[in-house]
């Protein structure tokens, strides 16, 4: 397509270049997704069909745009994609490859283009020839892998587009043929019949009112979906419309016949009788020869007629109408603008609790109708919070499809076999949540292949199929999500962390549960490898899991059987924006702790609480002896107690292990708007944020990892 075209029906480019972006991200993605799961030896045309129409997309939107080097490598990859399609060439590992190492320079270069930084010309013209190779095959003949696969039945589209203005202005047609010439032959048709040739009246003014209506054969090979997506960088797509469509197969033989099987329509007509075949005929537009190349059909007869009403019948299939109800389902929305919409929906949640709090005082008979009324607010707030956090929330199916190429590529590299299973990729987690999961998930895949799956040898050799399964799950459970790791390998070795924990001088004694030996991979610089490689083996990656979990208020699980398989659960909430919490009194001030990390609370007894040489104070709870944190020490405010017998102790967890912390007083549970205090003042150690209560007051809430955690090591 020539971007003149945009300038010259007066279209700003610019505000068209993030749509592309955003859309040419999408069918990378999708590409890479198709080619890691397509089997080579099988694969169906349904599978070559989508990967070709998203290079295609991305071919036809670089050139748009003028991204000439992003428009040379998709048109080499279309082309390449075009010829398996039609098995000229056959599929093999090695163009799966080529195909995935070429997705990769289309996703460098877009991101290149997006930050308007140069291209890298010897790259592309490497992958180029790379693609060229596949195309021309090892002989050199174009036959790709020199089998003699037949060519298969080739289907061809027959297309009348209308283009029209809904507000009368004149139809970009210098942009409009351009786009239809890079799906095929594009003759140019004259305007819908005036308005002296239509009956209905009501009709006639509404195309009066929408102006002129400009009609266009196409004699295309691609799907019409596609077409009217090209088009939609041209006139908004409720202003196109597919009027009719034939769809005719020629086979390896020459031979025309309908898709569906039925009798050839179309004899050897003459190229302005060929028009026929749809409803109505060009009139003064004869001569475009635009059958002129299709072979006759078996046993027609030179300038035989069409059957009467059969060609107009199959002619006939309309495209739906995406103007009406039932087209676009979804809009694109910047996440900025979801952000504020979450920002104003907190303060609407605590403006209802200030008003709650104040109508706690008003006479109920006599202010009857006003607290009626709060009561609606406050149900009506609530639902608007829920559906307003509903449009943040994601599917973590975004992450999962990920790691299908993650564990291909690191599988090769260590020679190892590998089943990726995924489940529960519809399962919503809140989009913060989703981008800063992606670091903890990748670790724990890698960690997974090198570690726990054993090469295919060895697990032949222990009874175990060659090929070992890695499986991704997500759940909800209660109010948190929870993301399992798990795999069939080796499982974890007990007795070796512990030597390694004792070589780096940490106390490891073999009266250690199984939970607590699991728990030493995740310290800093801890790694059991014998050497260090480009996927393991620095003992970064587990200590980065947990403080990425830690900072999402999450929490890590370890269960592993040697020989069996390791499994490694994240609990993570649902959303950061807005918890549940439990408030609680230290003097005058107000903290919040949160909800899913407390375990219960209890009035502090006589003798109940013990000092210990070098290791502060221990509560004994049940036969458990627990590290305690007082609040008033951590934070001192006036007005706290110093009395420990006539405190409260507020018992809490964290990766399985319980602290309890000394408050005064317990003042309710809440869900509450997180505010974060990075961003409005600086980070403090044992905060997490701050929100903000139903009498107007700031209240702290505690990051609760942090302050028990020195006291567990």
């Keep these: 397509m020539n971007p003149n075209a945009f300038a010259s029906s007066g279209i700003d480019l610019t505000a068209l270049r993030g749509v592309f972006f955003e859309e040419a991200t999408e069918h990378l993605e999708a590409m890479e997704m198709l080619l890691v799961r397509i089997d080579p030896a099988h694969a169906t045309d349904e599978e070559l069909n989508a990967i070709f129409r998203a290079a295609h997309s991305i071919k036809g939107g670089a050139a748009t745009f003028g991204y000439n080097d992003l ?127 239509i009956k209905n009246k009501k009709e006639r003014r509404s195309r009066k009112a929408r102006g002129p209506t400009i009609r266009y054969y ?7 979906v596609d077409l009217l997506s090209e088009l939609a960088f041209i006139v908004p797509m409720d202003q196109m419309r597919i009027v009719k469509k034939l769809t005719l197969t020629t086979d390896a033989a020459g031979q025309i016949g309908t898709e ?89 949640v605590i403006t209802q609790a200030m008003l709650a709090q104040n109508a706690a005082t008003l006479d109920p008979v006599r202010d009857e109708r006003l607290l009626q009324g709060l009561m609606q607010l406050d149900r009506n707030t609530r639902a608007l919070q829920e559906a307003v956090m509903s449009v943040r929330m994601t599917p973590i199916g975004i992450v999962f499809n990920r790691f299908p190429r993650v564990v291909r590529d690191i599988a090769a590299r260590l020679n190892k076999q590998v089943h990726l299973e995924m489940e529960g990729e519809a399962t919503e987690l809140d989009k913060g949540l989703i981008e800063r999961l992606v670091d903890p998930l990748t670790h724990l895949v890698r960690n997974s292949l090198d570690h726990g ?52 001088g940490i106390s490891a004694p073999d009266s250690m549960s199984d939970a607590e030996v699991w728990s ?69 001030e107000t903290y919040i702790l949160p909800l ?16 210990v040489a070098n290791r502060g104070l221990v509560a004994h709870v049940r036969g458990e002896y ?42 309710g549970q809440h869900q509450v708007v997180v505010k974060s205090l990075d961003r409005n003042y600086r980070r403090v150690r044992g905060v997490s944020g701050a929100t903000i209560m139903g009498d107007g007051r700031v209240a702290i809430i505690l990051d609760v990892a942090a302050l028990v955690r020195p006291r567990l090591s």
């Design 520 to 588: 030493l991979i995740f310290e800093a610089g801890f790694s059991t490898a014998n050497e260090v490689t480009d996927v393991s083996g620095r003992g970064v990656g587990m200590d980065v899991v947990r403080r990425n979990v830690s900072g999402m208020n999450g929490s890590i699980d370890i269960q592993s059987v040697a020989g069996t398989g390791t499994t490694i659960a994240i609990r993570l909430p649902l959303t950061l924006a807005i918890m549940d919490g439990m408030s609680v009194g230290v003097g005058s």
């Design 71 to 197: 428009a040379e490598v998709s048109h080499f990859l279309e082309s390449l994609l075009d010829r398996a399609r039609r098995r000229e060439v056959a599929l093999d590992a090695a163009m799966v490859d080529t195909l995935l190492a070429a997705r990769d320079l289309l996703g460098r270069q877009l991101e290149g283009h997006r930050d308007d930084s140069p291209p890298d010309p010897e790259a592309v013209s490497a992958m180029c020839a790379r693609v060229r190779a596949h195309l021309e095959g090892p002989d050199g003949t174009g036959n790709g892998s020199g089998n003699d696969t037949p060519k298969r039945t080739v289907v061809r589209h027959l297309v009348e587009v209308r283009v029209f203005s809904n507000d009368g202005t004149p139809v970009p047609e210098a942009g409009v043929a351009d786009a239809l010439a890079n799906f095929g032959r594009v003759i140019r048709l004259g305007d819908e019949p005036g308005d002296s040739e």
């Design 218 to 224: 196409v004699d295309t090979e691609q799907d019409d």
């Design 260 to 348: 569906h099987g039925e009798p050839p329509l179309l004899p050897a007509l003459k190229p302005e009788e060929s028009f026929g075949i749809f409803e109505g005929s060009p009139g003064s537009d004869p001569g475009f020869g635009f059958f002129e190349d299709l072979p006759a059909p078996a046993g027609a007869a030179a300038g035989a007629q069409p059957t009467p009403g059969t060609a107009t019948g199959s002619a006939s299939a309309k495209a739906p109408d995406r103007s009406q109800n039932g087209g676009e389902t979804s809009i694109r929305v910047a996440v900025e603008k979801v952000d504020a919409l979450i920002n104003l929906v907190g303060e609407l």
């Design 626 to 667: 627990l590290p305690v944190i007082s609040m008033h020490e951590m934070f001192p405010t006036g007005g706290a107690r110093s009395e420990r017998a006539s405190g409260i102790m507020v018992i809490v967890e964290i990766d399985k292990k319980k602290a309890a912390l000394l408050v005064d007083e317990l003042l």
């Design 596 to 611: 899913a990390s407390v375990v219960e609370s209890l009035q502090v007894g006589v003798d109940q609480i013990h000092p």
């Design 453 to 504: 799956l054993e090469v295919p040898e060895r697990r032949l050799a222990q009874g175990k199929t060659a090929a070992g399964t890695i499986r991704l799950r997500a759940f909800h459970r209660g109010g948190t999500i929870v993301i399992e790791v798990s795999d069939d390998g080796a499982g974890l070795d007990r007795e070796r962390i512990l030597a390694k924990a004792r070589e780096r």
